[in-house]
């Protein structure tokens, strides 16, 4: 039986790429490694369908390719990344993240970044051609030359990289020749359609569609320079990116805006930098001052004041390692998500469990181990009470006990039971919680969706044609809207889709709360 988070896979690659990569992925998730004529055998689907299905898969890191020695000759052998599948739900905070990092010119950012996602991996060239197919027909030459730097700030900012190359290169721009790069025969050319014909268009951030292409429909070696240095997003920068916005907001909740100020500025003098034994760069005073925003404004004194804050007590945040140049910082990134990581179990242990089960559970994290009355009396909680929470906690995989027998008969009553909390096996406890909850969060939508689907499409027609009469010169235009809506939305129908974008956007916080939560659970504490 398929897990929580493989059947989350299938949605994500049903939403996002149709029926035909789902299945060949889906295939590979749950079977293995497989070769062409397996997945063809297994699927049940035509040659050609899978490998256009591969060929999609390929195309976005979502299948590797690798080759097998056999008797016969080689065969190649497929392989699918369920991290790989499982990232594409981080589309809207990576459009976010690259909206910031190009804050003039963000509708250019989005632009680009959301060409990359629905490609997959593009050449420069390319996407500098799509920008131009997208923007006036007077507006060409300033269309290719904003896309051209907002490419130039991503590769700067690690936001895209190169498929090709050591890591030394990986974000080094080509060198493009303006005699062979013609964009206007490019921005003339049809854009050519999925190799999916049967799939849904994937999604865009922005609600609107639009097909999956791979690099091949959108451009030639004959036609660009640069055709053979493929790009695409670098999700791990997105990842860092979401891992120092927690680690500021754990900062201001448990400090103030002053102190997130501050471990943010520390952060961002470090990005780009590799991260040597859980810990950031050291950064000295001098420099970290400068780097401080203008609002909150704080003093020298007051900056010296927050960083030994910060820096005192054995699980501090930040670690002072030198006292030269006014004192030398670094964030400790390990202690910061190994704290992101208990919030986020101790939060779910209120939820589940209650406040007394709170108390327990933290007590068992602070005193590591404890018998069943030293729990009740430390805790104050009637034994009664205490022995039932416990035993609901342990069945529940949060907590764990150990027998130290005094006699070699194990004899229970000369036996030791103490309880603790393995912390590594309740981070997986919660992590599988986490599926589960975005699972269901997943099913929910798509009830909603196949049981309002008739409503839903007679609103996007009501949008097309509202769009063409908008964009007509006819001097009734508001006239012509206004019976068109009286035509396919009356009142009744107009309520219910209010109330299902109401339904549909507390779906979409449940799921990037909970996406989050993954995300700290499976990939930040690792360092």
Request: proline share 4%; aromatic share 4%; glycine share 4%.
């Amino acid at each position: 039986m398929a897990s929580e988070k493989e059947k989350v896979a299938v949605n994500v690659l049903v939403d996002h790429f149709g029926d035909i990569v789902a299945k060949t992925v889906t295939c590979l998730l749950a079977k293995g490694p497989r070769s062409k004529r397996d997945l063809c055998s297994e699927t049940k689907l035509k040659t050609n369908e899978v490998c256009k299905g591969l060929l999609v898969a390929i195309q976005h890191d979502l299948v590797s390719v690798s080759e097998r020695k056999t008797p016969a000759g080689s065969t190649s052998i497929y392989t699918a990344d369920v991290q790989a599948v499982l990232q594409r739900q981080h589309i809207p905070q990576l459009v976010r993240f690259a909206r910031s990092t190009v804050s003039a010119q963000p509708l250019v950012a989005q632009r680009v970044v959301e060409d990359l996602m629905l490609n997959g991996r593009l050449c420069l060239s390319a996407v500098l051609s799509n920008s131009v197919s997208a923007s006036p027909a007077g507006d060409q030459s300033q269309a290719r030359s904003s896309a051209m730097d907002v490419f130039t700030a991503f590769a700067r900012a690690h936001v895209v990289c190169r498929t090709d190359g050591d890591t030394s290169d990986r974000f080094s721009l080509p060198s493009l020749d303006a005699a062979h790069a013609d964009y206007s025969s490019a921005t003339s050319r049809k854009r050519a359609h999925s190799p999916d014909r049967d799939a849904p268009a994937a999604k865009r951030t922005d609600g609107s569609t639009s097909e999956p292409r791979s690099s091949t429909d959108v451009s030639s070696p004959s036609e660009y320079p640069d055709a053979d240095c493929l790009w695409k997003v670098n999700f791990e920068r997105l990842h860092e990116h979401l891992r120092n916005e927690a680690i500021i907001a754990m900062i201001v909740q448990s400090h103030d805006v002053a102190a997130g100020t501050v471990v943010s500025a520390l952060l961002r003098l470090a990005e780009l930098k590799p991260i040597i034994k859980g810990e950031t760069e050291p950064v000295s005073s001098y420099e970290i001052f400068p780097a401080l925003p203008s609002k909150p404004l704080l003093s020298r004194d007051e900056l010296n004041l927050y960083l030994k804050v910060l820096s005192d007590g054995a699980n501090a945040c930040v670690s002072k390692v030198g006292d030269n140049a006014g004192g030398m910082y670094c964030v400790n990134i390990g202690r910061c998500l190994d704290q992101l990581v208990e919030d986020i179990v101790v939060s779910v242990v209120q939820e589940r469990f209650g406040s007394k089960s709170l108390r327990i559970f933290r007590l068992l994290l602070e005193k590591r181990h404890l018998e069943e009355k030293q729990v009740g009396d430390m805790a104050m909680i009637p034994a009664k009470e205490s022995k039932d929470l416990l035993y609901r906690m342990l069945k529940a995989h949060f907590i764990t006990f150990q027998e130290i027998p005094r006699t070699p008969d194990h004899a229970p009553s000369r036996t030791f039971y103490l309880f603790s909390v393995n912390r590594e096996h309740v981070t997986k406890t919660c992590l599988q919680l986490s599926y589960k909850s975005l699972l269901h969060l997943q099913q929910k939508r798509i009830a909603l969706e196949k049981e309002h689907r008739r409503l839903l499409d007679r609103q996007q027609q009501f949008e097309l044609q509202k769009a063409k009469i908008l964009a007509s010169s006819s001097e009734t235009k508001d006239d012509d809207v206004a019976l068109l809506e009286e035509d396919l939305l009356p009142p009744a129908d107009k309520a219910m889709i209010k109330k299902l974008h109401g339904a549909f956007a507390r779906l979409d916080e449940g799921e990037s709360v909970v996406t989050n939560s993954i995300l700290c659970l499976s990939r930040f504490h690792v360092i």
